[in-house]
Structure formats: C-alpha cells, structure tokens
C-alpha cells in the first residue's frame, strides 16, 4: 500500500461525521469520581474484610487504576475537556496510580508518538529495528522482555511495563529531548506529588495492606493498559510517513470491556482524529471502513495477543519482523504476501 498521511483520511472522512462528534465528551468526567471512590474504598474495606478476600479487593482496585489511565489519556487530548489547566488536574489523577506526569505524557504521547507513529526514529513506543538491536546491549536486553518469540518471559512487559516504560521515559527525557528544563522541572513535581501521595497511604495503611492496595492492583491495571497499547501498533509496519491505517490496529473486546476501557480498542481511529472522544469510535470506524475498506485493519484482542507472542519484536526491514535468535521471520500486517 502507498502510505496516506493522517491529513488525507481526515479530509476524506470529517464531512461525513456529525458535529456531536467533535464536541468534548464531558461526562466522561462521571468516571473520575466512580474510580477514585472504588480505590479509596477499597484500601478501607482492608481493615474490615477477611485476608482471603483480599486478592479479590486487589482486583477491583487495580480495575479501577486502569480505568484512570484511560480517563487520563482522553483528557490529556483535550477529548474531555478543553481548559489546559483543567485537562491537566484530571490527567494527574488519571495518572495517579502509575505517578506519571501530565506534562511528560504530553510530550511523549501526544508529540511524540502520535507525531511520528511507528518512525524508527522518532517513535519512543517503537520496537527496535535489527541496526538498533544488533548496536546496543541495553536493548537487546530490553527486547528479551518483550511479548514474543513465544517467550514466556515476555509476560513482564504486561506486567510491569507501563511502569517501567513510564519510569525509563522521564529519567532519558532531557537527553532524548522530550522535555525542556523547565518541562523537566514541572514533571517533576507533578511526579513527586504523586509519589508524596502514595507515601502517604502507605504511613497510613502499613506495608503488608500496601501491598495489597497499591502493589498489587498496580500490576492488575499494568496488564489492562498494557494489553491495548502493546497490540495497538507491535504487528504494523514502520517507515517514515504517518499513516495511521497502515501503522495501527483496532482491537475488538465485548462491549463491557469496551464500556470500561472507554472504547480505547477504536486505535486507528484514535489516531485519525486524537482529540476525539473514543465514544465515537464506531461512528469513525464506519466512515474509515466505508472510504477505505481496503486499507482499514482491526482484530480481536486476543488474537492481536496471540500474534505478538508468536512473532517477533525486532524489524528486519518496514515489513518484516525478525527473531535474532532463530533467523525466522515474520510479515508485519497489511504487507504483501
């Protein structure tokens, strides 16, 4: 396929999308109080309900946590609400659980890899290309880790990798440029304030409850996001043009995992149009499928899981995935037979 460019399909598909699409979804906001009274309650009913229930507890709160990071990730592009000010509270409380910074997702989200989805240079969520792999020991590490190769180990990347992405992404952001002193300096406070709040529930609460009220539910929403966002772009090819059908994929889940999730599986939808709330995923995915039925990719969520597992993380070239280990290698999605 000949790469389009995300100004294309907008032009081609915004006429026949009504105006409500277009309009701030704001009683998504409805979703921030439901998930934090969860959480909150959830560390309170440690001191009440027997141990055995407490992985139960666990669960729900972690459900919770995900939920936030999707709350946050739609206010954050302005899909919620418009105010700068405003968009930013609500993405530090949808952060909150992973204490990631508003301003640092801003530049590493927003600019940077929906600014360049899947260049393989310039992509901070990109997987290595075989030059980058072969060059660095640190990445061939890190590529160890990631879901494929029928690794098992490869579970730590939903495990824990939000975490640790989130993490290794601030403490390289000045040298990889993705925030300015200043941008360094207010991810920073906005990232201890978070930690600060943490802290503070643990003083409260004591190690071993901590571990079930944060530790372990923060794994439990690791694995939540990290399900989407692993899928969402790990089977499409590179290059350097932006092209949003060819670069990511919708993944399809019930309608309650979607209803919980905020359609966050509508991914190529997402990014045709980034500041549009994904309640309006279908409506977009209708006008995409109608106009470019031929270029339009989506998949279960499971399936794109399965895939990922049996391929490979490396890129032998824009449309070949390739295990270094074995040699065998793998065509990435909408490439030609």
Do not use: C
Not at 22 to 31: G, H, I, M, N, T
Not at 207 to 216: D, E, I, N, P, S
Request: charged fraction near 15%; proline fraction near 6%.
């Amino acid at each position: 396929m000949i790469p389009q460019s995300i100004a294309s399909y907008v032009r081609a598909v915004k006429p026949a999308l009504p105006a409500e699409v277009f309009v701030p979804a704001r009683s998504r906001l409805l979703w921030l109080p439901v998930h934090l009274a969860v959480i909150a309650g959830g560390i309170v009913a440690f001191g009440h309900a027997p141990w055995i229930v407490w992985p139960l507890i666990s669960l729900v709160i972690g459900a919770s946590m995900g939920g936030l990071a999707f709350v946050g990730h739609e206010a954050l592009h302005g899909a919620i609400i418009r105010g700068r000010t405003a968009q930013r509270v609500v993405g530090w409380l949808g952060f909150l659980p992973f204490t990631l910074s508003p301003r640092l997702w801003i530049a590493w989200h927003n600019r940077s890899h929906h600014g360049h989805t899947n260049d393989p240079r310039r992509d901070p969520d990109l997987y290595p290309t075989l030059a980058q792999y072969e060059a660095s020991r640190t990445v061939r590490a890190i590529t160890r880790f990631a879901l494929g190769g029928r690794r098992w180990l490869g579970a730590m990347s939903l495990l824990i990798g939000f975490s640790v992405q989130s993490a290794a992404t601030f403490a390289r952001a000045s040298k990889t440029k993705l925030l300015d002193a200043r941008g360094r300096r207010v991810a920073l406070a906005e990232t201890a304030a978070g930690v600060a709040v943490w802290t503070a529930v643990a003083l409260l609460v004591g190690l071993k409850v901590f571990l079930f009220a944060y530790a372990l539910p923060l794994v439990v929403a690791n694995v939540i996001v990290m399900g989407f966002i692993v899928t969402n772009h790990g089977l499409s090819p590179i290059g350097d043009t932006n092209d949003p059908l060819a670069n990511s994929l919708t993944v399809t889940v019930p309608g309650w995992i979607s209803f919980a999730t905020l359609g966050f599986g509508y991914h190529v939808e997402h990014h045709v149009f980034p500041s549009v709330s994904a309640r309006h995923g279908r409506a977009i995915q209708t006008a995409l499928r109608a106009r470019f039925g031929d270029r339009y990719q989506a998949m279960p969520l499971v399936t794109a899981l399965r895939r990922l597992h049996a391929t490979a993380r490396v890129y032998a070239d824009e449309t070949t995935l390739l295990d270094p280990r074995t040699g065998r290698t793998w065509r990435t999605l909408g490439a030609a037979s």
